[in-house]
């Protein structure tokens, strides 16, 4: 009995299954039978903004000023094992970023995944740094067009046993280039990043064993 993964996915193939008719070659039948489904969640929506620069001696536009760029992080949960009992079903699972740019600058943005202590475990984006240009901004300060981008990482089936360990995904965003006109650095605070992570597995589970 495969727990909580068969009781799931099952109830989501029967409301595939009930649109139409199921048609089989009867020559591809074996002994061995197999199940597979495949299915998307959402991981987390983080919004990033001046607020995740976080350094006592500088203020954000006084570090920008120093080295013409601005490390902004944060974390969010992703415990591979919750999701998946497992692992070796997995044959293939995508990683969909999708992010808006809301800051007036271009971004850099990259992602680790995080054992339980916070210990990297490899890169998220195998491409990085994803590069993000900045939104229209105004004479005012004001954006009027954001930047949006949807990016895809896909795991294969060999390296699904890597991320057996993963609790958390560190999410970098590198602001450089940022527009440094008063009515846009007097509500810097303003502006934001939103960045969302979900993701969509393919599953090959045995159901005679």
Not at 10 to 17: Q, R, T
Not at 21 to 29: G, T
Not at 98 to 108: A, Q, Y
Not at 121 to 130: E, F, N, R, S
Request: charged share 25%.
């Amino acid at each position: 009995m495969k727990n909580k993964l068969v009781t799931t996915y099952f109830i989501f193939s029967a409301f595939l299954l009930l649109g139409g008719c199921v048609k089989e070659d009867l020559n591809k039948l074996t002994d061995r039978y197999s199940w597979t489904p495949n299915f998307s969640l959402p991981v987390a929506t983080i919004t990033m903004d001046s607020d995740d620069y976080d350094d006592p001696g500088l203020s954000f536009l006084e570090q920008y000023e120093r080295s013409q760029k601005v490390l902004l992080e944060d974390t969010i949960k992703f415990n591979f094992t919750d999701i998946f009992e497992e692992e070796e079903f997995v044959e293939q699972l995508m990683f969909r970023f999708n992010i808006e740019n809301r800051f007036p600058s271009k971004i850099e943005v990259d992602a680790y995944y995080l054992d339980e202590n916070e210990n990297s475990l490899g890169a998220v984006i195998t491409d990085a740094p994803l590069i993000i240009p900045a939104p229209v901004v105004n004479e005012e300060g004001e954006v009027v067009r954001t930047y949006n981008i949807i990016h895809d990482e896909y795991v294969l089936s060999e390296d699904v046993p890597s991320l057996v360990d993963v609790k958390y995904i560190l999410i970098y965003v590198t602001i450089i280039e940022l527009d440094t006109r008063p009515e846009v650095t007097s509500q810097i605070d303003d502006y934001d990043i939103e960045i969302g992570v979900g993701i969509r597995a393919y599953l090959n589970v045995p159901v005679n064993e």
